[in-house]
């Protein structure tokens, strides 16, 4: 048995100790963003307090620390992924940035007319939206790859989808709003069978597991820092050396060339042609802090304590008999999302909320999703490691509050 001191975890959430209208705050909405330990946000204001200067451009002792705690960062990540290179590790704004950076610099050099981008029907929109911009530009096709009724990936389908057109797979690797893990290592495997190059969108996967790059075979792979307890406003993107020096720089500015002319420019070394202009600092030294800290507890404990919170949990909603679970895989993350009959998300959440409970409404940027299930929206709660059983319990209690209101 792994042991787990949740309880002790959870005091190092400062937000976790408020109340919300009058009542102990119930964070439910990990998969949205995740809150953030102590040690981060310190990180993040000593540097500002301590260390604020720009990197790479400066030779004083300011710029040095704040230069050498970037790459660092980059060397960890590295390693946390086990990438084979420092050069494989761009930094961006997040997943989304990242996805568009490939479907830009990539996308634009190999797809062409009557060409096939194939993605699943479970992707969040902005694994969807850069690749149809990518098909208008180019007059290559988008296709789809299917879900069953319970929320998994249909993978005779996914390998009737490959052929000579496809020039990617992007998929994601686990759901937003479903929950599922989908079979990663089986579909690079099988795309690379066929010579055809994997993204992985990765925002969902690595606060619950460990991710090595190298066992799933995928030629890109993404993440943001703010789903994996670290701030907002930073990510990576993850490429094979070999593809990212054939790929043309997404943005032009500083940091990110050799030397210009007026004649011509010459590009910086990987990973840097893609790192255009003054970074977010501050918050990729609280990606290293969020990333020891994770390291800290153990992946194992981790995705152990939340398998629990997930069977708990699921165990306790299916009691509401008017309650029904939109995504049932077999292979699932701490996230659940429901409907209630005859009574709207929105609804639910809003009422939830008197009670210091916070669950996610809506379509979760994954309208397709909606649509495969025919609801308009769901309600989401996404579990962390830094949440227990009790929580579950409340927010079951807090349904029945919800039910009892409305009917």
Known sequence: MITFDVERIRQDFPILRQKVRGKPLVYLDSAATSQKPQVVIEAISNYYQAENANI????YYLSEIATKAYEDTRLKVKETINANSI???????????????????????????GDEIVISAME??????????????????????????????????FEKLLNKKTKLVAIVHTSNSLGTINPI????????????????????????????????????????????FGPTGVGVLYAKE?????????????D???????????????????????PNIAGVIGLSKALDYVA???YDKIAAHEHELLNHA???????????IIGTAREKAAVISFVIEGIHPHDVGTILDRDGIAVRTGHHCTQPVMERFKVPATSRASFAFYNTKAEADFLVKGLHNVIKLMN
């Not at 050069?87 to 050099?109: C, D, H, M, Q, W």
């Not at 007059?139 to 009724?149: Q, T, Y």
């Not at 994997?198 to 030629?219: S, T």
């Not at 043309?248 to 500015?253: D, E, H, K």
């Open 87 to 113: 050069k494989e590790i761009v930094f961006v704004r997040g997943s989304t940035e990242g996805i568009n950076l490939v479907a830009s610099s990539y996308g634009r050099k190999n797809a062409k007319e």
């Open 185 to 228: 290592k089986r579909l690079v495997d099988i795309a690379h069978d066929r010579n055809v190059p994997v993204l992985v969108d990765g925002a969902q996967a690595l606060p619950h597991g460990k991710i090595d790059v190298k066992k799933l075979g995928c030629d890109f792979f993404v993440f943001s820092s703010h789903k994996v």
């Open 56 to 59: 790479h451009r400066g030779v």
């Open 314 to 324: 699921t165990a306790a909603l299916s009691t509401i008999k008017t309650l029904r």
């Open 242 to 254: 070999t593809l990212l020096e054939k790929m043309a720089p997404y943005q032009g500015g500083g």
């Open 256 to 278: 990110m060339i050799k030397s210009v002319t007026f004649e011509k420019t010459l590009y910086n070394d990987l990973p840097y042609r893609f790192e255009a202009g003054t």
């Open 124 to 157: 969040h929109h902005s694994n969807i939206v850069p690749w149809q911009m990518l098909c208008e530009e180019t007059g290559a096709k988008l296709r789809v790859i299917p879900i069953n009724d319970e929320g998994e990936l249909i993978v005779e389908e």
């Open 296 to 298: 800290g507890i153990g």
